[in-house]
Each structure stands twice: as C-alpha cells, then as structure tokens.
C-alpha cells in the first residue's frame, strides 16, 4: 500500500517535472520489494488518471501532461531487472493497442505483468497498423494476442483489427481490456470466439498464469 503522503509528494515531484526525486522514489518501493502490480496501479496509474482529470478541467497544460507521462514510460525501465526472474512457462504473447490508439502505457503494464508470470511477452506499443500486427503475429506465433483500447471512438479500429485477426488465425487466443471498455464489456466482441474482456491486471494474472510448467 503506497501512503497518501508518499503519493502526494511524488505526484508533487512529477508535476515538477522532477524527473531525477521520482526516480529516487520509485528506486525506494522497488528497494523495498514493493509488489509490482500494486506500484503500477497505486503510483503510475493513478498519478495518470489524475493527470487526466487535472487536463480535462484546462488545470494542466498539454506540456505537463506530456512531461509527466514521458517520465512515467522512463520510470517503467527501472521495473525491467524484475521483470525476469520467475520461472518461465514459455509461452509467448503479443501485446499492442489498436491502430489510431496513441494511449499505450496501459500495454506495456500488461505485457510486464505477464513478463512477471514467466510469458515471453512482445509489447508493439500504439497506433501499429493491422497489417503490421498480422504479420508479426505470423512470425512471432503466439500463444496469445492482447490489445489495448482506451478512446471509445477507436472501437472501430479495434474490431477491424480483431476481424483481421481472426481471419489469419482462427483459434488465437485474443484478450483485450483498457479504459474504452470502463462501462464493462463491449457487446458486438461477443461473436468472437476464444476472444475474452479482462477488466484489471487482476484479472489478467488469474487468466494468464500458468501453473503446469510442463
Ligand atoms: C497520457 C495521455 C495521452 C497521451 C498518450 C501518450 C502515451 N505515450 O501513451 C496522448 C497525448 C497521445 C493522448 C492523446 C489523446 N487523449 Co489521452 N490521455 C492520457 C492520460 C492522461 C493518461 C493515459 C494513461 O497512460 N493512463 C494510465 C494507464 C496505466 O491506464 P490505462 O490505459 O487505463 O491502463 C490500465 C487498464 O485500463 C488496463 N489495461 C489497459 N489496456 C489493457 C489491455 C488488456 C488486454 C488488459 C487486460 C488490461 C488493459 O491495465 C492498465 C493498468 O491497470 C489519460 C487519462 C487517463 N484517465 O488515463 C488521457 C485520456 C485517456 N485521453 C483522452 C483523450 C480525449 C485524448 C485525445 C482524444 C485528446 C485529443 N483531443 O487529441 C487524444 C487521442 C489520441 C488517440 N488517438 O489515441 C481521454 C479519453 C476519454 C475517453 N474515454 O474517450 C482521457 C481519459 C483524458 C480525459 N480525462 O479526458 N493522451
């Protein structure tokens, strides 16, 4: 659990753009073996969703809401020496967001999620156009594609991406989640089979840890 007042200094910190006091912070909860998922949640997260409010209400500038989610996809490298020490299950998944989806630390929390339960994870980033991920899903063959889709008015995008998809590869398992699906899941994905919605890394550590190593 992260303190309101460790939270508020280094939220302080970041709308500084104090880039080098927030590294110390986070350096301090991983020092402390602090969980990752509740570090991503309870500090990036939740400094990001503020951000966003903060920006919506014209409280912040573009340019400290930019600064902030620049030092935050800096301050996920520090995560990376973690990210490799459990037993690897081999499997492999892709991860990208929807092709117009500029919104992608969401993903790469994911793919790291799933890195720290022993999956080979290939994170793309935003906005990857569909013929792009097609093609990389063809040479990669994963056991799993997640995508990512925070902006409503991007479903489109998102459903010609699964159609793709599906229509090279039938079986592939496919997750998706992120912040356009906050109302819960999105009715027209139901037709597509071995397609699941998972609402929080929760949920995706339940679904995608693997307890046969076999
Ligand atoms: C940073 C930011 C940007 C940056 C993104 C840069 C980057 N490198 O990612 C930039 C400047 C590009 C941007 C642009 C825009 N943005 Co913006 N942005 C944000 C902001 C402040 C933070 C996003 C973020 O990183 N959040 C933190 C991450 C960790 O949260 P998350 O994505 O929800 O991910 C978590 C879960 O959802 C889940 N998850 C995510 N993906 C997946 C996938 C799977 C498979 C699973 C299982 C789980 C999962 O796991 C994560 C960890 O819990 C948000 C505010 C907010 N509430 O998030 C606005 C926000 C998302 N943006 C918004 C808007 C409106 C825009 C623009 C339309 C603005 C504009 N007029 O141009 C454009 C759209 C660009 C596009 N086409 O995508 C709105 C969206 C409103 C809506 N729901 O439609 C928000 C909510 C701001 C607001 N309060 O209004 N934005």
């Known amino acids: 659990m992260i303190s309101s007042e460790f939270y508020n200094r280094y939220f302080n910190a970041i709308l500084d753009g104090d880039r080098a006091r927030c590294t110390k912070m986070v350096q301090e909860l991983l020092d402390q073996g602090i ?96 013929d792009q991920v097609v093609s990389y899903i063809d040479e990669k063959k994963p056991d799993l594609v997640g995508l990512s889709l925070s902006i409503y008015f991007n479903f489109p995008s998102l459903k010609k991406e699964i159609e793709a998809i599906r229509a090279h590869f039938p079986d592939l398992d496919i997750i998706v989640g992120g912040q356009a699906f906050k109302w819960g899941k999105i009715q027209s994905l139901d037709r597509f089979k071995n397609l699941t919605y998972l609402s929080s890394l929760d949920e995706l550590e339940n679904q995608t840890r693997i307890t046969d190593h076999g």
């Open 35 to 130: 969980e990752i998922k509740l570090l991503y949640r309870q500090l990036f997260e939740k400094t990001l969703y503020q951000v966003g409010e903060l920006w919506e209400r014209n409280q912040i500038s573009v340019a400290k809401e930019h600064l902030v989610t620049a030092i935050t996809e800096n301050l996920l490298n520090l995560v990376y020496p973690r990210l490799f020490r459990k037993k690897a299950v081999s499997k492999k998944a892709v991860i990208c967001c929807a092709a117009n989806e500029y919104h992608q630390v969401g993903g790469k929390m994911v793919a790291d999620i799933m890195e720290l339960n022993g999956w080979d994870t290939y994170f793309l980033g935003a906005n990857i156009p569909v």
